[in-house]
């Protein structure tokens, strides 16, 4: 609609209807899945999928999820639970396959016990975002930071066929624990970290990846950024 009050609307556009039927049984606890398709930092493509395992689940995770299955446009794909990599600060299930993923619907099943539960997303577009330059990180690889207050910059990439976002994120080495993540901005160049965020000794890794939309549940494709490893001095200023 042109106007968001009925007095003031003038014009408007229907979309098509869409049928669905409501399962007989629902769903036991809540998730959240989504597919997407990556082109990683030496150009080669991947279908990742974030499985995510909702507060309304109250057993323990990882090892009280019996079973994840995902079916995509051409049927059941060759995964099994323990193909995932689990992240207890995220509490998602995540597995990453060679190639771009066919466009269509996929649909994940998760059980515990006698409980289940499911979700689905859609892959519509492909895309091929292009890859941040590493050339223009900043700081850059192997460099000892002395602040507190840490400023992480990049190079704009160029794309002109969908707006492009940004996000800073940072890891340890062994990829057991998330450091700090940015929210997903458009025009996102830098990003000064909070103190307290990257400790003093301590080793981490940084990338920053762009994405064809700012929301979790909207984009479909990612350019991942080459990982820069960096260091915290023992001391910071």
Not at 26 to 48: C, G, M, P, Q, W
Not at 126 to 133: C, G, H, M, Q
Not at 136 to 162: D, H, I, M, R
Not at 181 to 196: C, D, E, Q
């Amino acid at each position: 609609m042109d106007s968001a009050e009925w007095a003031e609307m003038q014009n408007r556009t229907d979309g098509p209807w869409l049928r669905f039927t409501m399962a007989e049984d629902f769903d036991d606890f809540r998730v959240l899945a989504k597919i997407y398709n990556v082109r990683e930092s030496d150009s080669r493509f991947r279908t990742h999928f974030d499985i995510v395992i909702g507060d309304s689940f109250k057993g323990k995770l990882p090892n009280e999820i019996d079973s994840i299955s995902i079916t995509g446009p051409r049927g059941i794909l060759p995964v099994k639970k323990d193909d995932f990599i689990y992240f207890p600060q995220l509490r998602v299930f995540w597995i990453a396959m060679p190639g771009s993923p066919e466009t269509g619907t996929y649909t994940f099943t998760i059980t515990s016990g006698s409980m289940k539960a499911s979700a689905t997303d859609t892959q519509s577009v492909l895309r091929s975002l292009p890859i941040p330059d590493a050339n223009f990180f900043s700081p850059a690889n192997g460099q000892t930071l002395t602040s507190k207050t840490t400023k992480f910059s990049w190079g704009a990439v160029e794309y002109s066929k969908a707006p492009v976002y940004y996000r800073l994120e940072i890891w340890n080495p062994g990829w057991t624990e998330r450091a700090f993540v940015s929210k997903i901005a458009k025009n996102m160049l830098s990003y000064t970290v909070p103190p307290g965020r990257l400790q003093p000794g301590k080793n981490y890794i940084w990338r920053v990846v762009v994405f064809d939309s700012a929301g979790w549940d909207n984009y479909q494709n990612r350019g991942s950024g080459k990982w820069q490893a960096i260091k915290m001095a023992k001391e910071l200023e």
